[in-house]
């Protein structure tokens, strides 16, 4: 199964810029899709950018044009760069290796996951 772990969470003001990270363990990054989901209190989880396994890639509405996924293979690490944070933005943020074979179309279901990492907070204050 693996093991996934998210870094690079914290606190900005709206407007700012984080970028973080999910080290994957125990499996080719390059051989499964990846995809970054948040969550919210008291909301569902919900996915924010997806990476096919043939790099094909897919971000929420809310965050196109803000958001940017990406992987470094050789590393096996997964990376988010956020831009221009909002307060809704607000979140525990988890990386996700994808169930083999997930499409395009399912990137960002969260029933699309075979495996979560545990987590890092990002908070965005106005």
């Known amino acids: 199964q693996g093991q996934l772990v998210e870094s690079g969470g914290g606190s900005v003001q709206a407007g700012g810029s984080l970028r973080l990270s999910c080290a994957a363990s125990?499996?080719?990054?390059?051989?499964?899709?990846m995809g970054w989901f948040r969550q919210a209190p008291g909301k569902e989880r919900e996915g924010v950018a997806g990476?096919?396994?043939?790099?094909?890639?897919k971000y929420a509405e809310s965050v196109k044009g803000r958001f940017t996924i990406s992987k470094d293979n050789a590393k096996n690490t997964l990376f988010l760069q956020m831009h221009s944070l909002k307060p809704e933005d607000t979140a525990m943020y988890f990386c996700?290796?994808?169930?083999?074979?997930?499409?395009?179309?399912?990137?960002?279901?969260?029933?699309?996951?075979?495996?979560w990492g545990q987590g890092t907070q990002v908070t965005v204050s106005s």
């Open positions: 996700a290796r994808l169930i083999a074979g997930t499409n395009w179309y399912s990137l960002l279901s969260p029933t699309s996951a075979y495996a």
């Open positions: 990476i096919a396994y043939d790099d094909s890639i």
């Open positions: 125990g499996f080719p990054l390059s051989a499964y899709g």
